[in-house]
């Protein structure tokens, strides 16, 4: 029996409907992306009431690793059983995680909370852009993928001042408790509203490609938060997780070309676009989550901001990529052309983190904001767009795993950006601090190369202008290392042929289907 897909059915939706639907989807987003943000600020108060400082890590670790893993299955079970059921069963999972991470007892607990929510946050974002696939044709997908780059940036700007006043007046329960009323009335919406035609797959789910991905994506998490921190890269467990991880992904893409249903079919890859679009969601993540990390630590060490107002400082950037984004998304819309954001955004990107990288200890606010706004710049056309021409790079039925995969790579860049990106900065600093203050400054980064404010101001005054020296080497490396490696991003760029985007213009009432529109139940 032929079943019609959801774009078919987009004209004949209330134009209201749709509207509650996508604010639906935009709290969703915001759940997925304010989470971290706002347990970042209340991590200090969690481990004074819980202890367990050494395993602080694992409470983000545990979560991130959670997600990624889970991210692909999330995708292909969406496009197997529908994307309605399997979208609000992933916000569930989610609210379960938040309402037991919020009543956790000791940090072991925690942990295991974080991340039975990271598992839900997997099919979150995932979710939000593969029902926005179903539902706008690709033609109007532009703006409304703008609009959900513009909740991103708002939670990366809002979640520390969120997570700070949340800590301080309700406690740090309260930073985990906020996703249920949040989450009920996202669940209720879509519940309601929100009408997608239900599937049924005769094809068994593939458990084994689920674990060999899991098992690779797990390792190369691993060995990006744990390599040069917890061991050294060349240590026996780094080596033995990187053995873990080659092998079991060889294994998976092996395995992939002998699953009935696959859950990351190997022939999404043989589109040009989709793949270049892989590579620059991948050095995208790479770079905006580095640039979230060093800039306020910058900020703090060097220019003697606050850390709420670090948070603050990175408007320009965050404002940049927000405005940039919309206009993307919209001029995509209007036009139906979309090459020439990939292009200017890397080129955006490579010049901004070049400037960054000339930051020292003389550099004013006002200087080093101008260039952080060029490189948010640069991430708004990159953003969404990459999103955008993935999905239009595949079939419907490939939808949910083409979101997936774009979604899993851009995590997978940052967690090598942060790690590779870290262990640079570290190594400079503690260089530097030899160099300037000599035994003293070996101690003083001898536990850590990333001093809180109140520690910096208890140095002796030659050890903290060393500090400052060399917290700007620090950011010079991981800058200039961060502007090669979005080089690729632009070389992939070039490369990306302008395929029109399936559906109608902004003036036609009916999507044009050039995919199709009809599968077997």
């Not at 890590?57 to 997600?67: E, Q």
């Not at 030659?462 to 490396?477: D, F, L, N, P």
Request: with cysteine; glycine share 12%.
């Amino acid at each position: 029996m032929a079943q019609t897909q959801a774009v078919d059915a987009v004209p004949e939706k209330p134009a209201r409907s749709v509207r509650v639907v996508l604010l639906a989807l935009m709290i969703t987003m915001m759940l997925a992306m304010l989470d971290n943000m706002i347990i970042g600020t209340a991590m200090p108060t969690i481990v004074g009431e819980l202890g367990g400082l050494e395993h602080l890590s694992w409470v983000v670790t545990s979560y991130t690793l959670a997600t990624a893993a889970s991210t692909p299955l999330w995708g292909k079970l969406g496009d197997m059983y529908g994307r309605k059921g399997v979208f609000m069963s992933s916000i569930v999972l989610f609210l379960v995680g938040s309402m037991l991470s919020g009543m956790a007892q000791d940090m072991g607990q925690l942990i295991g909370f974080r991340a039975v929510q990271g598992l839900g946050a997997g099919g979150l974002m995932v979710g939000v852009m593969a029902i926005i696939g179903d539902l706008i044709p690709p033609r109007e997908r532009g703006k409304y993928q703008g609009m959900m780059a513009g909740v991103m940036a708002l939670a990366m700007i809002g979640g520390p001042l969120v997570g700070g006043t949340i800590t301080d007046h309700w406690g740090w329960r309260w930073a985990f408790y906020i996703n249920l009323p949040l989450g009920i009335v996202a669940l209720l919406a879509i519940s309601a509203v929100l009408h997608l035609p239900k599937k049924r797959a005769q094809a068994r789910i593939d458990y084994l490609g689920a674990a060999l991905l899991t098992v690779g994506i797990t390792a190369i998490v691993l060995v990006t938060t744990w390599g040069g921190t917890e061991y050294a890269w060349t240590s026996a467990r780094i080596m033995e997780l990187i053995g873990i991880g080659v092998a079991s992904l060889v294994g998976f893409l092996f395995w992939q070309t002998k699953a009935a249903e696959p859950v990351l079919p190997l022939h999404i890859f043989r589109s040009r676009n989709f793949t270049l679009m892989s590579v620059i969601g991948f050095i995208t993540g790479f770079v905006m989550f580095g640039a979230t990390l060093f800039l306020p630590l910058y900020q703090q060490s060097v220019q003697g901001a606050s850390a709420t107002n670090s948070g603050l400082l990175l408007l320009p950037m965050l404002g940049a990529m927000l405005v940039t984004s919309m206009v993307a998304g919209r001029v995509t819309t209007n036009t139906g052309r979309y090459y020439v954001f990939p292009v200017v955004g890397s080129v955006l990107m490579v010049v901004g983190l070049y400037l960054l990288s000339t930051m020292d200890i003389g550099t004013s606010r006002l200087v080093s904001g101008v260039f952080m706004a060029v490189v948010g710049l640069g991430m708004g056309c990159l953003m969404q767009i990459t999103m955008l021409v993935a999905q239009n790079s595949v079939e419907m039925k490939d939808m949910g795993v083409a979101s997936s995969s774009t979604t899993l790579f851009r995590t997978l860049g940052s967690s090598f950006g942060v790690a590779i990106m870290g262990a640079l900065f570290n190594n400079r600093v503690g260089d530097v601090m030899a160099e300037r203050a000599g035994a003293l400054g070996s101690k003083v980064t001898e536990q850590s190369a990333q001093l809180d404010a109140a520690s910096l101001a208890k140095l002796p005054e030659a050890a903290r202008e060393a500090y400052q020296h060399a917290v700007s080497e620090g950011t010079h490396s991981a800058f200039l290392l961060g502007a090669v490696v979005a080089v690729v991003s632009l070389i992939a760029a070039v490369f990306v042929k302008e395929v029109p985007l399936k559906g109608a213009g902004p003036k036609e009432d009916t999507p044009t289907p050039t995919a199709p529109v009809a599968e077997a139940v």
